[in-house]
């Protein structure tokens, strides 16, 4: 170093050491620093040695004893966070936290995959339910309808008109019966819906006696057709009359009510 | 030649702060307390004497030992004691609150960082202490009271307060050359009178 430079030199080095320096002057103490010898590194050394001594001239006070304790716990919690931020970087248990939230996940998507397939198998259920019942219904009107139209298709039938009387006018239905196989169709329009203790019974007049042909209720629609087996009187010309009244649930063995239809059999 | 031999003389002391942190970076905690028990009454009374707030003073001395706890690994050998780092660090951290209290920029000087370009190998240790004695103490005592009044006022404005040299010139009213010359004299001074005290207490 040039004796100009190793003046410069050691002015900053005690501009530096003393605290003073500013920063275009640190980075020339820098440059200096770079290519200095031994010598001057020793210098250099001392002379920060020397004022990092200062405070020594100062009678010293000790700090309060809570600060080392408040330093200490502060020091554990550091040491025990690094502690386990090591733990994991050195055996990564993460990924197991990861993965139980990865099955938790699929686990709630099945959960509700469950649900809804169950909730749709419900509702399948539900509507096969319906559409098996209405075929039971259909079925069974089909039957029904079948079993008309054999009677229907009898070489001898007969036709009864019936009228609707005082209770309700309004009423009308007919007949069709096979006198040879005692089967017979009973349709009736415009007869009131009843109460759930009545049934609608239909009677056969033979002379003046009545015989029970059968009970039957009517749908809320404007006609309803009925099949009736075993006829008691099978000979037209013993049948006074056919009339339907409105009997206790299940029937009477003869007549107690109103009387809602009646027509006698044209010979 | 002296330097070299005071070094070697006094590098068995250092050894005793050495281990203690480089055991400080193992994250020994009884160690570090122990550091922490031998330095803290010094660093105290240096940020004592610097903010002027004992308060302030307790809540930096907390900020000063977790970061010695945090960066014992950047500690050099190369750029001076155990003590000097720390001392530095006290220094740096007492400055920036002084800076953030009245606005004013202060020196650049003595970063903990290390940004000095001080090449491998340097000379080990401090050449002037290994580690805080009694002996130190009363030295620099004795040469402190030896320095004239306006010596030891520039360096205590340098010291204590981070002030520039350009900034004492103005403060004091002085030319910046008086300054510096009142700074590198007192520098000087006190450095010559703890050569001469260390030389004879190994002489």
């Known amino acids: 170093m040039k004796t100009e430079d190793k003046k410069e030199f050691l002015q900053l080095s005690t501009e530096y050491a003393s605290g003073s320096l500013d920063d275009d002057d640190l980075r020339r103490l820098n440059e200096y620093l770079k290519s200095a010898s031994a010598e001057e590194l020793g210098e250099f050394l001392e002379l920060v040695s020397t004022a990092s001594l200062i405070p020594l001239a100062l009678e010293r006070t000790a700090p309060p004893a809570r600060i080392r304790e408040e330093l200490m716990t502060k020091v554990r919690l550091s040491a025990r966070a690094e502690e386990t931020a090591h733990r994991w970087t050195e055996s990564p248990p993460e990924p197991a936290p990861r993965r139980t939230w990865l099955w938790y996940g699929i686990g709630a998507v099945f959960v509700v995959m469950i649900i809804a397939v169950s909730s749709l198998v419900t509702h399948l259920m539900g509507t096969i339910d319906t559409q098996h019942q209405q075929l039971v219904e259909l079925r069974d009107e089909l039957t029904r309808k079948e079993e008309l139209l054999k009677v229907l298709a009898s070489r001898h039938i007969e036709v009864t008109m019936m009228n609707g009387l005082k209770p309700n006018p309004v009423g009308y239905g007919k007949i069709i019966w096979d006198p040879v196989k005692g089967t017979a169709i009973l349709q009736v329009s415009n007869l009131p819906s009843i109460p759930s203790d009545k049934d609608y019974q239909l009677w056969v007049i033979k002379g003046k006696q009545p015989i029970s042909a059968g009970i039957f209720s009517v749908e809320n629609t404007p006609s309803n057709f009925f099949k009736i087996e075993n006829l008691a009187v099978t000979d037209p010309r013993e049948i006074a009359a056919f009339a339907i009244t409105l009997e206790p649930k299940g029937g009477v063995p003869a007549p107690t009510g109103e009387m809602y239809m009646a027509g006698s059999p044209k010979l | ?203």
């Open chain 2, 1 to 203: 030649m002296f330097l070299l031999a005071l070094i070697q003389a006094q590098l068995a002391r250092n050894e005793e702060d050495y281990d203690l942190l480089m055991r400080t970076i193992q994250r020994d905690q009884v160690a570090f307390a122990r550091l922490y028990d031998k330095y803290s009454p010094l660093i105290y009374t240096i940020v004592v004497r610097m903010v002027q707030s004992t308060g302030e003073a307790e809540d930096l001395l907390q900020e000063i030992f977790m970061q010695i706890w945090n960066k014992a690994s950047l500690f050099s050998e190369s750029k001076g004691s155990v003590y000097t780092w720390i001392v530095t660090i006290a220094r740096r951290k007492a400055i920036d609150r002084l800076r953030s209290k009245d606005n004013v920029s202060r020196g650049a000087s003595l970063d903990e960082d290390s940004t000095l370009a001080i090449p491998d190998p340097a000379p080990k240790a401090d050449p002037l202490l290994a580690t805080i004695s009694a002996e130190h103490e009363s030295l620099m005592k004795s040469a402190f009271a030896l320095l004239g009044e306006d010596q030891r006022t520039v360096l205590e404005m340098g010291f204590y307060e981070g002030f520039t040299h350009v900034q004492i010139a103005e403060r004091l009213n002085v030319p910046l050359g008086t300054v510096k010359t009142r700074m590198r004299q007192g520098l000087i001074r006190l450095r010559d009178h703890l050569k001469a005290g260390l030389r004879e207490d190994r002489g």
